[in-house]
């Protein structure tokens, strides 16, 4: 999976992808964002913003930035923001090499984008050094099993996964070893708990 494959993918499912992935993705962003805690005159980093659902969540006086790979995800987006462009910015970035500072942000989570980039550990290296020292990282995913008819499933579709843009084999733990994060507390989220909220401590 690389770089443009990503794009391709989310360039189709843009339009589409509210209706697809709006509810059934929704108890994990509110959880994501209720753990963060945020106060006002936080700054907060949401990796992959997509179309911005998330966006509606964050407590007032906390600017939050949005960055995505997709220009077309971003569109849709910036149609929701109805007046919260005083405190939510958007840009078009890669998750794998941020424009930003190091120790720019307070918060910074990622949703639902671990197992879209090509390299979830660049992408990880780079959340960490724009968090500053002793903020909190937050990371919701899905996590491949190691057993059962899902995990059957999981090996059978991931051939094919490249081309609607995730991979469907990615087990929690060899991503929590090749991503050295100081993890607080993990959380299963949404239907039948099969996704994971990631809550950890920028070192």
Known sequence: MDHQTVADAYRRLSKQYDRFFGRVFEPGRRLAVDKMGCRAGD???EVGVGTGLSLTHY??????TGIDVSPHMLDVARARLNGQAD?????LMDAQALEYPDDAFDKVVAMYVASVVPEPQRMIAEMKRVCRP??????????????GAMAALEKLVSPVSKFVGF??????????DASDLDVIET?????????TLIRARNP
């Not at 407590?59 to 939050?64: A, K, M, Q, S």
């Not at 405190?87 to 840009?91: F, M, W």
């Open 187 to 195: 959380v299963p989220v949404n239907l039948f708990g099969y996704w």
């Open 59 to 64: 407590p007032e006086g906390v600017h939050v």
């Open 167 to 176: 991979r469907s084999l990615f087990p929690l733990q060899s991503f929590l």
């Open 87 to 91: 405190r939510v910015e958007l840009a």
């Open 134 to 147: 002793g903020g909190e990282l937050f990371i919701v995913n899905h996590f491949s099993r190691d057993k």
């Open 43 to 45: 700054r907060v980093l």
